[in-house]
């Protein structure tokens, strides 16, 4: 069992440059999860997928945000022209959802998250 | 948006001691789950309680739901100095999504 793993742990970059994050989830689990935490703060959704579909995305998530999960797989997390206020803890999680809960959200399973330092 | 409020904020106990922590959310819930977070670091899954279960236990954890009231307390019990951690309630409300707190930060003095 390999958990969910998160690359990179720490990215400290300058205003205006790019950055992308990469979760690789648990293999067999369905459902993937971003969030974001500030210090001292709970973990802010951003956006959720099932398999390959982006089902979900927060209004919080501005255009500068993206993020993919092609084949259902891994997922990476793209922020373009960062900002100072994009500083945060980047947060990964995947559950694996039994069709007979529907909307029900299970256990999440975390890794231990991307910190983005933006200079 | 945060729906779930915990409290208090902070709490600072001895070694052995019982720790209480308590939960408060808005709106109607599926289930409402508890998480540990050690400082910098991801978060991990404690206990879920369903909305129509009123308490569950684990180890040395103690989860009770007070749907009419819409709060949750975890209470750990006999604490050891491992358990120095910020605790985060999360509510689940068919939304696809968690809905979380600021969490309460314990800190277990030896």
């Known amino acids: 069992d390999t958990g969910v793993s998160q690359d990179p742990r720490h990215k400290i970059t300058k205003r205006g440059q790019n950055v992308t994050f990469r979760c690789d989830p648990i293999?067999?689990?369905?459902?993937l999860y971003w969030y974001r935490q500030t210090l001292g703060q709970g973990p802010e959704f951003l956006t959720y997928f099932q398999n390959e579909a982006q089902l979900e995305k927060s209004r919080l998530l501005s255009d500068r945000f993206s993020a993919e999960r092609p084949k259902g797989s891994f997922s990476t997390l793209e922020i373009q022209r960062t900002e100072q206020g994009d500083s945060a803890m980047y947060l990964c999680a995947s559950s694996q959802a039994a069709m007979r809960r529907g909307l029900s959200t299970g256990e999440l399973f975390f890794g231990e998250g991307s910190r983005l330092t933006v200079l | 948006s945060q729906q779930g409020e915990e409290d208090p904020q902070a709490l600072s106990i001895q070694e052995g001691e019982n720790a209480t922590m308590n939960c408060s959310y808005k709106t109607s819930i599926n289930n409402l789950q508890w998480y540990r977070q050690n400082s910098g670091r991801g978060l991990v899954h404690l206990i879920l309680?369903?909305?129509n279960e009123r308490e569950k236990h684990s180890g040395r954890l103690r989860v009770t739901l007070d749907t009419s009231k819409k709060s949750s307390s975890l209470l750990i019990t006999a604490s050891r100095a491992a358990d120095t951690a910020s605790y985060f309630c999360?509510?689940?409300?068919?939304?696809?999504?968690?809905?979380w707190g600021a969490g309460t930060k314990l800190i277990i003095k030896p």
């Open positions: 999360a509510t689940d409300n068919s939304n696809y999504q968690l809905i």
């Open positions: 309680i369903r909305s």
């Open positions: 293999s067999e689990h369905n459902r």
